[in-house]
């Protein structure tokens, strides 16, 4: 075995290197991306080495010292595998990895490891909030940041979690497969927490808001869709030309489907995707508005808004409902919760509640609305 060993050794010794440039393909990862069914997003070395910087651009300039985060996103998403491993590797900081999420576990880790970041999911936020109880009996005081991404969190919800974690700062920033993770996020050195915001845009980063009509940029305050370029974006779609020139122009922006504004003071505000608005009679209504809305009723765990057919509407506002551990409240109570602080054409019209605990997932109780 000895020999078989040595052999080995001397073998790769003397193999040929392969020549690897920025350019070459790092990792191909899979993304419904801005149309349509999943794709796969090539990626460079390149664009996985600018992303690293550009996450931690702030710990190098301020000269921050080791950190421990915490993981419970998945590695084969790109905010586990680039925006967050990979980018706190190359920077030194240690990474507790966990194979999936349990809130328990999860503070359990934070307590053993003294872990000092936390980047995850709008979910496990809510998720935590929601169970403040079980929150406070582990030791979570060396907690100084949570991060949200992946998808758009309420300011009341961050809000929650500041009474839940007083110690720690609660940021958000925004990103895709096909920038390899990152565009903008909070940085609570150059301003507050908690602003509801995904932050100003990383270095190198550019970004406009155009008019999904006209095609026209827009100004500050203006809803529209989100373009942006930069040294981290994607090759292409993997075999897929039609889907790469319908998403990256001639002029290197990356159309990226999602709605959103900058404010007056550059920061962006990512307010939905395009292609999962509702269509209610002609107006254009947003799920992640009405969900932000819904996880903050007290007896509501969690939430998610869908269009449903319907012959006189075209789509109507869907709710599907986690209660938390005792609640009973109904299908009307949610609606009529809703139907207090929105316009008529964003309510939800029907409500589904889904229960966690039982195995088809589905409670019986399937509830209508008018």
């Given at each position: 075995?000895l020999?078989?060993?040595?052999?080995l050794?001397i073998?790769?010794?003397?193999?040929p290197?392969?020549s690897i440039?920025?350019?070459?393909?790092?990792?191909?990862l899979y993304s419904s991306?801005?149309?349509g069914l999943?794709k796969?997003?090539v990626?460079t070395h390149?664009?996985?080495m600018?992303?690293a910087?550009?996450?931690t651009a702030?710990?190098?300039?301020?000269?921050e010292?080791?950190?421990?985060?915490?993981?419970?996103v998945?590695?084969?998403?790109i905010?586990?595998l680039?925006?967050f491993?990979y980018?706190?590797?190359?920077?030194?900081?240690?990474v507790?990895?966990m194979?999936?999420f349990?809130?328990?576990?999860?503070?359990?880790?934070m307590?053993?490891y003294?872990?000092t970041?936390?980047?995850?999911?709008?979910?496990v936020?809510?998720?935590m909030?929601?169970?403040?109880a079980v929150?406070r009996?582990?030791?979570t005081?060396s907690?100084?940041?949570?991060?949200s991404?992946?998808a758009?969190l309420?300011k009341?919800?961050?809000?929650?979690?500041?009474k839940?974690?007083?110690?720690?700062?609660?940021?958000?920033g925004?990103?895709m497969?096909?920038?390899?993770?990152?565009?903008?996020i909070e940085s609570?050195?150059?301003?507050?927490?908690?602003?509801?915001?995904?932050g100003?845009?990383?270095?190198?980063?550019e970004?406009?808001?155009?008019?999904?009509?006209?095609s026209k940029?827009l100004?500050?305050n203006?809803?529209?869709?989100?373009?942006?370029?930069?040294?981290?974006?994607?090759?292409?779609?993997?075999?897929?030309?039609e889907?790469?020139?319908q998403?990256?122009?001639?002029?290197?922006?990356?159309?990226?489907?999602?709605?959103?504004?900058?404010?007056?003071?550059?920061?962006?505000?990512?307010?939905?995707?395009l292609?999962?608005?509702?269509?209610?009679?002609g107006?254009?209504?947003?799920p992640?508005?009405?969900?932000?809305?819904?996880?903050n009723?007290?007896e509501?765990m969690d939430?998610a808004v869908?269009?449903?057919p319907?012959?006189?509407?075209?789509?109507i506002?869907m709710a599907y409902v986690?209660?938390?551990?005792g609640?009973s409240?109904t299908?009307e109570?949610?609606?009529?919760?809703v139907?207090?602080?929105?316009?008529?054409?964003?309510?939800?019209?029907?409500?589904?509640?889904?229960d966690?605990?039982?195995?088809?997932?589905?409670?019986?109780?399937?509830?209508?609305?008018a």
């Open positions: 075995m020999l078989k060993c040595h052999h050794q073998f790769s010794r003397y193999a290197t392969p440039s920025q350019n070459d393909v790092a990792a191909i991306g801005t149309t999943s796969g997003v990626l390149r664009a996985i600018a992303t910087l550009l996450v702030d710990q190098e300039f301020y000269g010292g080791r950190s421990v985060f915490l993981c419970v998945p590695l084969f998403h905010m586990g680039v925006t491993t980018s706190q590797l190359q920077r030194g900081n240690a507790v990895v194979q999936r349990e809130l328990d576990k999860a503070l359990e880790a307590e053993k003294r872990v970041h936390l980047y995850t999911a709008p979910p936020v809510v998720a909030v929601k169970q403040a929150v009996r582990y030791d005081s907690l100084k940041e949570i991060g991404g992946a758009p309420g009341d919800v961050m809000d929650e979690c500041s839940v974690f007083p110690q720690a700062k609660i940021i958000q925004y990103g497969t096909e920038t390899s993770g990152i565009i903008s609570t050195r150059v301003g507050s927490d908690r602003s509801g915001s995904s100003a845009l990383c270095p190198l980063m970004s406009k808001i155009i008019d999904i009509e006209t940029h100004p500050p203006k809803l529209g869709e989100i373009w942006t370029r930069g040294p981290n974006l994607m090759q292409e779609y993997f075999h897929n030309k889907a790469t020139e998403t990256i122009d001639k002029e290197g922006w990356l159309h990226t489907g999602d709605l959103g504004y900058f404010d007056e003071e550059g920061r962006i505000y990512v307010v939905d995707r292609k999962e608005l509702i269509k209610y009679k107006y254009q209504v947003a992640a508005e009405l969900e932000a809305l819904l996880i009723h007290p509501i939430a869908v269009p449903y319907d012959e006189e509407a075209g789509e506002p986690v209660r938390k551990v609640s409240v299908g109570e949610v609606q009529s919760f139907a207090k602080q929105v316009a008529p054409f964003k309510r939800i019209r029907k409500v589904a509640f889904i966690i605990h039982s195995k088809s997932g589905f409670r019986k109780d399937f509830e209508e609305g």
